[in-house]
């Protein structure tokens, strides 16, 4: 989503004040990917717009979050994952001999399942009311930050569920920050504002 965002941005041509009303609405329809935030934040103050939106667009392709991962997962690990957690799963699929329990948080989970299994990975999907029995078995949870700031997370719905889970059972939990996603503290509290006005009723 944001690599596709940053090519459209740069495709607006010279126009400032529509960059600016382009960003809000990327924002508004993704309020909880920071990197969206970030990418945003970072054009609608640059001097050189398009050339910033081109050169992060870059940085995200080139990510070593994956690989700094995949070298961390303890050899054939079984982890526990929530929903689709898309660093993670590059990390998984590159390391070949780690096998997969992901708890069910949304209808995208089984998808991810099924796009792990094709990819040569073992992997399970698991009930949400199964997740302790799931991080209690495993060797390790992972939990994918959607943004972060200053020692605070913002995950998939039963992303804390299965981290208190795993430290009150001595599991190893790792937060999987990728490039992007760890925001200032001021760009953090408007995002996570602007969800509660989101889920609001």
């Given at each position: 989503?944001?690599?596709?965002?940053?090519?459209?941005?740069?495709?607006?041509?010279?126009?400032?004040?529509?960059?600016?009303?382009?960003?809000?609405?990327?924002?508004?329809?993704h309020?909880?990917?920071?990197?969206?935030?970030?990418?945003?934040?970072?054009?609608?103050?640059?001097?050189?717009?398009?050339?910033?939106?081109?050169?992060?667009?870059?940085?995200?392709?080139?990510?070593?979050?994956?690989?700094?991962?995949?070298?961390?997962?303890?050899?054939?690990?079984r982890?526990?994952?929530?929903?689709?957690?898309?660093?993670?799963?590059?990390?998984?699929?590159?390391?070949?001999?780690?096998?997969?329990?992901?708890?069910?948080v949304?209808?995208?989970?089984?998808?991810?399942?099924?796009?792990?299994?094709?990819?040569?990975?073992?992997?399970?999907?698991?009930?949400?009311?199964?997740?302790?029995?799931?991080?209690l078995v495993?060797?390790?949870?992972?939990?994918?930050?959607?943004?972060?700031?200053?020692?605070?997370?913002?995950?998939?719905?039963?992303?804390?569920?299965?981290?208190?889970?795993?430290?009150?059972?001595?599991?190893?939990?790792?937060?999987?920050?990728?490039?992007?996603?760890?925001?200032?503290?001021?760009?953090?509290?408007?995002?996570?504002?602007?969800?509660?006005?989101?889920?609001?009723?």
């Open positions: 989503v944001v690599r596709e965002a940053a090519g459209a941005l740069r495709g607006l041509g010279n126009d400032p004040a529509g960059l600016v009303v382009a960003c809000r609405r990327l924002v508004e329809k309020p909880t990917c920071g990197p969206l935030w970030w990418l945003c934040a970072h054009i609608v103050t640059a001097a050189e717009p398009y050339a910033v939106a081109r050169r992060l667009a870059g940085e995200l392709q080139a990510d070593t979050t994956p690989a700094v991962l995949a070298r961390a997962l303890p050899a054939a690990a982890v526990c994952v929530v929903g689709w957690p898309d660093i993670a799963a590059e990390a998984i699929i590159d390391r070949g001999d780690v096998t997969v329990l992901a708890v069910e949304d209808d995208a989970t089984p998808a991810f399942v099924r796009h792990l299994s094709r990819s040569g990975v073992l992997a399970e999907s698991v009930a949400a009311p199964a997740l302790g029995a799931a991080v495993s060797d390790v949870v992972l939990v994918e930050a959607l943004a972060a700031a200053n020692g605070q997370l913002l995950a998939v719905a039963g992303s804390r569920a299965a981290a208190s889970v795993a430290h009150c059972s001595g599991v190893p939990v790792l937060a999987v920050v990728g490039r992007g996603r760890c925001l200032p503290a001021a760009a953090f509290e408007s995002l996570v504002a602007r969800l509660s006005e989101v889920d609001a009723p």
